[in-house]
């Protein structure tokens, strides 16, 4: 059996990424749409190696006889056209952050918490969660099971292309103006993001947090468990694709850094690289084009009482984004779409 998907938002970087995925993966699809705003209609995206797809009008398209919609066109757009497909009998994986925190709609990371998938039926939307939350809760996962996390510390290093296309365009210009003395532009981050680093994901919260930030915290307790406390520093760095992220964990039982990595080893979705020595672990210009999860420099923080550190790398546009809305739409066909039909 297979099924008619709809990817929303198809020309932007997730999108892209998700017509990719669906291909490589051979999602059983019987007919794929690609869509998106008015002014690239009538454009071609690939399928795959050899499938075109023109792009339609999300604002006109008919989404009765559709059965899942990858959506990642922005949230503003999702809060009008994912409803719409969902009341017309679609289910929508939203990518955007307009419904990660809205009670009735799940909140899924497939190697964390599949079992969420099951209330995709009271809105039938499923949400996507931020990319750095991602790969945070999957290394976090059998470590929770393991001691009982308390409290993380994170810092991020996060790629521009987090931000969509236009972002890594303004890398790329100012990384050459600079080296035949342009003046540098800034368009898309608030300070100059070649050579730099900007501690500055999202817009500013009244608490002195910007909301990336706040997005780590909130999500990370809907997902994995709502006693974890989550404080995070989201920086923006001058890498085209790939999120770094340096976490702290304290538990409430002793974990060693062997049974950490022996745990961690064991997790779907992750790939260890941890040798104490030059070149031993993993950089975001490894992982870009993968779809793991890599963790490394996995030791022990003797400052408190049961604290552990590591390290932990992904491509953002893949399992941070696409991979993971595939994922979902994968359970949902196996375990309950499959299972009505």
Request: glycine content about 8%; aromatic content about 6%.
């Amino acid at each position: 059996m297979g099924y008619r998907v709809a990817v929303i938002g198809a020309t932007g970087n997730v999108g892209g990424e998700l017509l990719n995925i669906l291909a490589e993966r051979s999602f059983p699809v019987d007919a794929v749409a690609a869509l998106a705003s008015e002014r690239s209609a009538g454009r071609e995206v690939s399928f795959g190696e050899d499938d075109v797809l023109k792009v339609q009008d999300l604002a006109t398209f008919d989404f009765r006889g559709w059965d899942i919609a990858l959506s990642s066109p922005g949230a503003k757009v999702s809060a009008v056209h994912a409803p719409r497909a969902a009341k017309a009998g679609c289910v929508v994986i939203d990518n955007t952050s307009q419904f990660r925190m809205d009670p009735d709609v799940p909140l899924v990371v497939p190697e964390v918490n599949p079992e969420a998938i099951a209330g995709h039926t009271k809105r039938n939307i499923i949400a996507n969660p931020n990319c750095s939350t991602i790969q945070m809760v999957v290394a976090m996962k059998p470590l929770h099971e393991l001691g009982r996390i308390r409290r993380a510390v994170v810092a991020t290093y996060q790629a521009v292309s987090g931000g969509g296309r236009a972002p890594m365009d303004e890398l790329f210009n100012q990384t050459r103006g600079i080296f035949v003395n342009d003046p540098i532009r800034k368009e898309q981050f608030t300070k100059q993001i070649a050579f730099n680093v900007i501690p500055h994901c999202d817009v500013f919260m009244d608490d002195g947090s910007t909301k990336e930030e706040w997005k780590m915290m909130a999500e990370t307790k809907k997902i994995l468990d709502p006693s974890i406390k989550v404080t995070a520093t989201c920086v923006r760095v001058p890498v085209f694709i790939g999120h770094s992220e340096a976490i702290n964990l304290e538990f409430e039982r002793p974990v060693s850094a062997e049974a950490a990595r022996a745990a961690l080893r064991k997790m779907p979705g992750i790939v260890v690289v941890d040798h104490r020595a030059d070149e031993g672990y993993v950089t975001p210009g490894e992982a870009a084009g993968e779809d793991a999860i890599y963790v490394s420099r996995i030791r022990e923080d003797h400052t408190v009482e049961n604290g552990l550190s590591l390290w932990v790398v992904a491509d953002n546009l893949r399992k941070g984004a696409a991979l993971n809305a595939v994922q979902i739409a994968e359970a949902l066909v196996r375990d309950y779409k499959a299972a009505a039909a």
